[in-house]
Structures are given as structure tokens and as C-alpha cells.
T-cell receptor, first 111, second 113 residues
Framework: EAAVTQSPRNKVTVTGGNVTLSCRQT?????MYWYRQDTGHGLRLIHY???????QIGDVPDGYKATRTTQEDFFLLLELASPSQTSLYFC??????????FGEGTRLSVL | AQSVTQPDARVTVSEGASLQLRCKYS??????LFWYVQYPRQGLQLLLK??????VVQGVNGFEAEFIKSNSSFHLRKASVHWSDSAVYFC???????????FGLGTRVSVFP
């Protein structure tokens, strides 16, 4: 069964902290995405990738890095977390012909 | 730049009543169009998608949407809602799947018995 798994599901850190959000898909999809969801903004695209080693900038990339280590794994890095990055983060994957499949989200709080 | 407008932030309906959620997009071309649903504490699940063909597209759980090109709209409908349809519904558009989707702000639907 197609799946996108995010970890952790919840994370609390302090301002200036270092956070890594993980996403793994077992769908053999080439495309993977990181979104953040905020009240009043909907979902906004942070970074995306066409395959291992590839990284593309989305609409709200400031303060975020991402890395695609394998076809399955896509990581979102916050090296100096700020309270403005408190959000619900979603990972998604697609084969380029089907609608993206979403994970269940990671809720991040930056204190 | 493309944009999606969902004019209704909240909709309240009685169980068994019909539902229509509005979506208008701004895009210079023929985009892919989507409706997703988000249940509490869950990720987004695809209800239906459209690119071409019959402008009325059927989705899961009795949902359908109608594409009206002249109005740049893609409204979602359901003839008779159930309490389990309480959720947030997102309309989204994309030039192509590879570059990700642009989402509207969502419409929160509350179904009362």
C-alpha cells in the first residue's frame, strides 16, 4: 500500500535550535515535497525534489534547507529555528502522473 | 502567479443536506485541479482531480466537482452529507505535478445532526 511516513509526529524545540524532519515514501515516486500549513495561509510549498540528490526551491524556502538522500528519503532541516517556524509540516510524494500523496504531518513548536 | 480562492472559510450544514464548496483559480493556462480533504489530526486525502474531459468529475465518498472554464471555477458538491464529512476541504491547482500544488486557504465544514 502506498505510504508516506513522517517522523517525528510532534517536536518541540527552542529558538536557535537545530531540527530535522524526516519523510520516507515507499511508493517508488520520483517527486517529493515539503509543505507547511498555517492558519490563514493554507499549505505553502517549502522545497521539493525530482530525485535523489536533487533539490528545488519552493515558495517559502527562507530558513529551511532540505536534502534528498535516496529516492525514498527527504529531509527538512531547520538549523536555527525561530518561533515563526512553528507550524504543521507535511511531506508528499508523486510519480509525476498522479496527485501527490501526503503524510500525516509533523507538528513543530519553536519556543 | 497562480492563485486559488476559497471564499468560504466555514460552512455549517445539517446532516442529509446538500453541500457546495466554492473554488476559483487564477491561472494562465489549463491547470490540473484537485480537491483534498483533511480530517482532524490527519494528512490530506485526495477526493478527486481534473485535467480534461467531462467537466463533471466524480470522486470518493459521493463527492463530485464541476469545472467551469468560463468562470475559472471548480466547485465541489455532495448531495447528502453525513456527520463524518466534517473536515477541512482544500482546493488546489498545478501546472504539472512535478512542481507541486498551489492550495487555497481551505473551507472548514461542520455537519450537525
Amino acid at each position: 500500500e502506498a505510504a508516506v511516513t513522517q517522523s517525528p509526529r510532534n517536536k518541540v524545540t527552542v529558538t536557535g535550535g537545530n531540527v530535522t524532519l524526516s519523510c520516507r515514501q515507499t511508493n517508488s515516486h520520483n517527486y517529493m515535497y515539503w509543505y507547511r500549513q498555517d492558519t490563514g495561509h493554507g499549505l505553502r510549498l517549502i522545497h521539493y525534489s525530482y530525485g535523489a540528490g536533487n533539490l528545488q526551491i519552493g515558495d517559502v524556502p527562507d530558513g529551511y534547507k532540505a536534502t534528498r538522500t535516496t529516492q525514498e528519503d527527504f529531509f527538512l532541516l531547520l538549523e536555527l529555528a525561530s518561533p515563526s517556524q512553528t507550524s504543521l509540516y507535511f511531506c508528499a510524494s508523486s510519480d509525476g502522473n498522479q496527485a501527490p500523496l501526503f503524510g500525516e504531518g509533523t507538528r513543530l513548536s519553536v519556543l | 502567479a497562480q492563485s486559488v480562492t476559497q471564499p468560504d472559510a466555514r460552512v455549517t450544514v445539517s446532516e442529509g443536506a446538500s453541500l457546495q464548496l466554492r473554488c476559483k483559480y487564477s491561472y494562465s493556462g489549463t491547470p490540473y485541479l484537485f480537491w483534498y480533504v483533511q480530517y482532524p489530526r490527519q494528512g490530506l486525502q485526495l477526493l478527486l482531480k481534473y485535467y480534461s474531459g467531462d467537466p463533471v468529475v466524480q470522486g470518493v465518498n459521493g463527492f463530485e466537482a464541476e469545472f467551469i472554464k468560463s468562470n475559472s471555477s471548480f466547485h465541489l458538491r455532495k448531495a447528502s452529507v453525513h456527520w463524518s464529512d466534517s473536515a477541512v476541504y482544500f482546493c488546489a491547482v498545478s501546472l504539472n505535478y512535478a512542481q507541486g500544488l498551489t492550495f487555497g486557504l481551505g473551507t472548514r465544514v461542520s455537519v450537525f445532526p
